[in-house]
């Protein structure tokens, strides 16, 4: 009987050492949430391409604006320029579960959308380790994402990445919408660097 107690011990014994290794190999990546406001949807496709390998939670950043049609883009863009606010929902998302933020956006005249400008102007993103992600008609130059970064330290946050899709191409010099296919693929490749962030110490 003894010998049987002995072996259950040492056998439980050794399955809590192998999973306490188990747990300790695994990456030091926190919970992720990515928030995102997406106009025509390319924003949208971009984050679901994001979740799955990521392991995230998505939340949509809704702007209570009309922004469809034609006006309601011209309205936006011109919100956009002059770095004006809007009325958003949710307003205050919880951030407090998540230790690791993807911010995502179109980008209209060379900036981040109303949405996404007041979501960072109304939340404190203390100690978050936050990656701007950005969909746009042309790459953005380095200033543009340093203010753009620039906003999240203001509010507390680590702006430790930035990157971008394009959502146009230009084929026989005219400007054509890109594939899903085509943004898809190129969201995937961002996927490593952006693990990598996240799992890192900083």
């Given at each position: 009987m003894n010998h049987l107690k002995i072996t259950a011990i040492v056998t439980l014994a050794f399955f809590f050492l192998t999973l306490s290794c188990a747990f300790a190999t695994e990456p030091t990546t926190g919970k992720i949430?990515?928030?995102?406001?997406?106009?025509?949807?390319?924003?949208?496709?971009?984050?679901?391409?994001?979740?799955?390998?990521?392991?995230?939670?998505?939340?949509?950043?809704?702007?209570?604006?009309?922004?469809?049609?034609?006006?309601?883009?011209?309205?936006?863009?011109?919100?956009?320029?002059?770095?004006?606010?809007?009325?958003?929902?949710?307003?205050?998302?919880?951030?407090?579960?998540?230790?690791?933020?993807?911010?995502?956006?179109?980008?209209?005249?060379?900036?981040l959308s109303p949405a996404i400008r007041t979501l960072i102007a109304k939340n404190r993103f203390d100690g978050k380790k936050v990656v701007l992600f950005t969909t746009t008609n042309a790459f953005e130059k380095e200033e543009a994402k340093e203010k753009a970064k620039a906003l999240i330290t203001a509010q507390g946050g680590k702006a430790l990445g930035y990157y971008q899709v394009t959502s146009m191409k230009k084929v026989n010099d005219k400007k054509i919408e890109r594939t899903d296919d085509e943004i898809i693929t190129d969201t995937l490749k961002f996927v490593p660097e952006i693990q990598k962030i996240f799992s890192s110490q900083n």
């Open positions: 949430l990515i928030l995102y406001y997406s106009r025509t949807g390319k924003t949208k496709l971009a984050c679901e391409t994001l979740q799955k390998p990521l392991g995230a939670t998505m939340l949509e950043i809704k702007d209570l604006k009309d922004r469809s049609g034609r006006w309601g883009f011209f309205t936006g863009a011109l919100a956009s320029l002059f770095g004006m606010h809007t009325e958003i929902e949710p307003e205050h998302p919880d951030l407090a579960p998540y230790s690791c933020i993807i911010l995502a956006s179109p980008i209209w005249t060379g900036k």
